[in-house]
């Protein structure tokens, strides 16, 4: 069974009248149930009831976090290998309809390498290479291609690209690739289709099925997450949970995180419906945290820096710094290729790095599983 018969167990109907429905005493129920969380519970923590408990829920997030992960935080930094995009997301800027005129690129390798060296001399020994969904510019062989270059600058290597067969997810292993990302971005199909207008995102199943053709590939890292803003966020944000847990299930050989991008930033063309708050964003924080006590939490610059840094104790483990959303972004090209999103946060990985450290924890370079397991070793002891 996929996870799409899964998911049809849960329609936007049923999840709704349990969010709408749920009471103080369900949320109470929620939290006192820390093994082992139903989705009955994933549902009462999202839902507006669960407002007046966040103090509580944050508690028993930041002691989950710690508990699993220790005082660190792992920073990472990703690098677009090109901006071209046959697709046309109606939220996105490199959509092929977004009306964005400025300069498209892919990398060669040496301008790749140039962009792995700078982001090496600043530290960082952990990316995420992204392109935008256009085979003919940049096919699964050269992706696989971009990871073995990146693979000689840094030991952990993870890429946010279109969706894929499971033979090339098995390509991108053999190269070196330890982690693969790939948002749904919104789980609910009519949404889905309105917004993905064109190319093979269009396939909803296709892209749904993708992490698991990763794991059974052999993916060490699989990410979900919802691009937050589509659709309804208590909504999506129960399906995200739901296929995470679905994902740990089914490739338990892989660690499976969660991310939680926002939209701001959006092409003109494009208004986004559902709008969240910071305390929303928050909220979804702490239930996916106390739903998913195991999975790592990515945070991106798309946050302000203030935002962020009140969100380092409460489940987030890492986080990029330092980012350009533009091919060559870091060395070569400057401002002058098209960038897919505006970022928020625009302080130096050194300032990021500082801040975390006077928050009590410690920034990771390094691959932070292979530093998670070093922590669960010296527990373990
Ligand atoms: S979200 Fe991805 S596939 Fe869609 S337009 Fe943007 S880069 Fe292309």
Redesign the pocket.
């Known amino acids: 069974m996929g996870f799409l018969e899964e998911l049809r167990a849960y329609p936007e109907e049923r999840v709704r009248e349990w969010v709408d429905r749920s009471t103080e005493a369900d949320v109470l129920r929620a939290l006192e149930r820390i093994e082992d969380r139903e989705p009955r519970d994933f549902a009462a923590l999202l839902s507006p009831a669960a407002v007046p408990h966040l103090e509580a829920m944050a508690q028993q997030a930041h002691r989950l976090t710690r508990w699993h992960f220790g005082r660190t935080i792992g920073l990472y930094a990703p690098i677009y290998i090109s901006?071209i995009?046959?697709?046309?997301?109606t939220?996105?800027?490199?959509?092929?309809r977004?009306g964005n005129r400025e300069r498209r690129r892919t990398l060669t390798d040496a301008e790749l390498r140039v962009e792995c060296e700078a982001l090496a001399s600043r530290g960082f020994q952990s990316v995420l290479l992204?392109?935008?969904?256009?085979p003919r510019a940049v096919s699964p062989a050269q992706i696989a291609h971009a990871v073995s270059i990146a693979y000689e600058h840094f030991p952990s290597v993870s890429v946010e690209v279109?969706a894929l067969d499971q033979d090339e997810y098995a390509m991108l292993e053999e190269h070196g690739v330890d982690g693969v990302t790939l948002y749904m971005?919104t789980y609910h199909p009519e949404t889905y289709q309105r917004v993905?207008l064109k190319?093979k995102?269009k396939e909803y199943g296709y892209r749904l099925d993708a992490l698991e053709r990763a794991g059974r590939a052999g993916a060490r890292r699989l990410g979900v997450g919802a691009?937050l803003g589509l659709f309804d966020w208590r909504i999506d944000g129960f399906w995200t949970i739901l296929h995470a847990r679905y994902l740990q299930r089914v490739c338990w050989q892989s660690a499976v995180s969660m991310s939680f991008p926002r939209l701001l930033h959006v092409p003109e063309r494009f208004h986004v419906p559902h709008l969240l708050t910071d305390k929303e964003l928050v909220q979804l924080i702490l239930a996916a945290r106390l739903c998913l006590p195991e999975a790592g939490f990515y945070l991106s610059t798309r946050e302000r820096a203030a935002f962020r840094d009140r969100l380092i104790p409460l489940g987030v483990t890492m986080m990029s710094a330092g980012s350009s959303t533009r091919p060559g972004g870091y060395a070569i090209y400057g401002e002058e290729t098209l960038e897919?999103f505006e970022i928020e946060d625009d302080r130096s990985p050194e300032v990021v790095a500082e801040v975390i450290r006077r928050a009590g924890y410690d920034p990771v370079w390094k691959d932070f599983d292979r530093a998670f397991q070093g922590i669960q070793a010296s527990v373990a002891e």
């Open positions: 901006n995009c046959g697709a046309d997301c939220y996105c800027g490199y959509a092929v977004s992204l392109t935008g969904e256009a279109y971005e993905h190319g995102k691009l897919q």
